[in-house]
T-cell receptor
Framework: DTEVTQTPKHLVMGMTNKKSLKCEQH?????MYWYKQKAKKPPELMFV???????INESVPSRFSPECPNSSLLNLHLHALQPEDSALYLC?????????????FGSGTQLSVL | SQKIEQNSEALNIQEGKTATLTCNYT??????LQWYRQDPGRGPVFLLL?????KEKRKERLKVTFDTTLKQSLFHITASQPADSATYLC????????????FGKGTKLSVIP
């Protein structure tokens, strides 16, 4: 199984809602990532988990809250988002967190904040 | 500050020709450079990785070169097909032991039948 599965594929939420994005991989990878991608822009790193511990938080607002319940799962909890947070949210994994590690991406969650 | 530039936002090419995409970088000393393909509304897919001590890497119709003196990588697709139409992203390790990939803006390749 070489897939990273993200759910839901699409999400529309109001600014007062609370929702969660989910990501799952069964490749035994020990590093997992959240990226945000706006239209016609490159993916931008938000968070990195290594061995289920948060190792990088790229100054992301607290309305985004990551969680890594176990080595196969990664969640992104959303609360009080703004319309400018509308984007494609990508989850990725790699065998380890280190130089030269290739990333396996999921198909993403297309988020619209109204 | 660190910068990754991919030469053009869009590139149109006739089917069967070789497509050449460019990735230039400044204020990086990457040990590795990676190329990814991204289709609309999908996540990037890893294609090739090249190390700083490698001049060239090939995989089927794909070829990547890496010139650390010029601070440039070239990505070639030979015998291009309409199915190769996608956005191609280069990515560099941010260095200093941070182990995080930073992506260029990408080049949208359209292969015209």
């Amino acid at each position: 199984d070489t897939e990273v599965t993200q759910t839901p594929k699409h999400l529309v939420m109001g600014m007062t809602n609370k929702k969660s994005l989910k990501c799952e991989q069964h490749m035994g990878h020990r590093a997992m990532y959240w990226y945000k991608q706006k239209a016609k822009k490159p993916p931008e790193l938000m968070f990195v988990y290594s061995y289920e511990k948060l190792s990088i938080n790229e100054s992301v607002p607290s309305r985004f809250s990551p969680e890594c319940p176990n080595s196969s799962l990664l969640n992104l909890h959303l609360h009080a988002l703004q319309p400018e947070d509308s984007a494609l949210y990508l989850c990725a994994s790699s065998q380890e967190r280190g130089q030269g590690e290739k990333l396996f991406f999921g198909s993403g969650t297309q988020l619209s904040v109204l | 500050s660190q910068k990754i530039e991919q030469n053009s936002e869009a590139l149109n090419i006739q089917e069967g020709k070789t497509a050449t995409l460019t990735c230039n970088y400044t204020n990086y000393s990457p040990a590795y450079l990676q190329w990814y393909r991204q289709d609309p509304g999908r996540g990037p897919v890893f294609l090739l990785l090249i190390r700083e001590n490698e001049k060239e890497k090939r995989k089927e119709r794909l070829k990547v070169t890496f010139d650390t003196t010029l601070k440039q990588s070239l990505f070639h697709i030979t015998a291009s097909q309409p199915a190769d139409s996608a956005t191609y992203l280069c990515a560099l390790d941010s260095g200093a032991g941070s182990y995080q990939l930073t992506f260029g803006k990408g080049t949208k390749l359209s292969v015209i039948p």
